[in-house]
Nanobody, 125 residues
Framework: QGHLKESGGDSVQAGGSLTLSCAAT??????VGWFRQAPGKEREYVAT???????YYSDSVRGRFSISRVDAKNSVDLRMNDLRPDDSGMYYC?????????????????????WGKGTQVTVSP
C-alpha cells in the first residue's frame, strides 16, 4: 500500500501565496518531499520532511516556503509565500523508502522511489 497525490496547484501573481497538499497515505514513517520541474529543465529538489518532522529546503525557497506534516489529513503540505516567476513548474510529491531524507550528503530525486502525478504552479510577473 501507499499512495501519493498532489493538489492545490494554481496560477498566481508574483508576490502571492499558494498551498500545495500531498495526500500521503501509508507514509507516516517515510521521508516525504516536494520537487518541481520547469519546461526544458531537470527536476529539482524543493523541500522535504523526515518522519520525525525535520524539514530541509533548497536555497532558492528557504525562508519563503514551509513544509509540514498534517496528521489529520495524512498529508504533507507545502506553503509557498512570496512566489516568483522562477517558481513556476510542475510540482511533484515523492517519498523515500526510509525515514531520512539525506543520502550521501544530498537530497536527489533519484533517491525517491514513490511519486505522484504532479500539480501545476504558474507564477505571473
Amino acid at each position: 500500500q501507499g499512495h501519493l497525490k498532489e493538489s492545490g496547484g494554481d496560477s498566481v501573481q508574483a508576490g502571492g501565496s499558494l498551498t500545495l497538499s500531498c495526500a500521503a497515505t501509508g507514509y507516516i514513517d517515510r521521508c516525504v518531499g516536494w520537487f518541481r520541474q520547469a519546461p526544458g529543465k531537470e527536476r529539482e529538489y524543493v523541500a522535504t520532511i523526515t518522519s520525525e518532522g525535520y524539514a530541509y529546503y533548497s536555497d532558492s525557497v528557504r525562508g519563503r516556503f514551509s513544509i509540514s506534516r498534517v496528521d489529520a489529513k495524512n498529508s504533507v503540505d507545502l506553503r509557498m509565500n512570496d512566489l516568483r516567476p522562477d517558481d513556476s513548474g510542475m510540482y511533484y510529491c515523492a517519498a523515500r523508502p526510509y525515514w531520512n531524507c539525506v543520502a550521501y550528503g544530498e537530497i536527489s530525486p533519484r533517491r525517491f522511489t514513490d511519486w505522484g502525478k504532479g500539480t501545476q504552479v504558474t507564477v505571473s510577473p
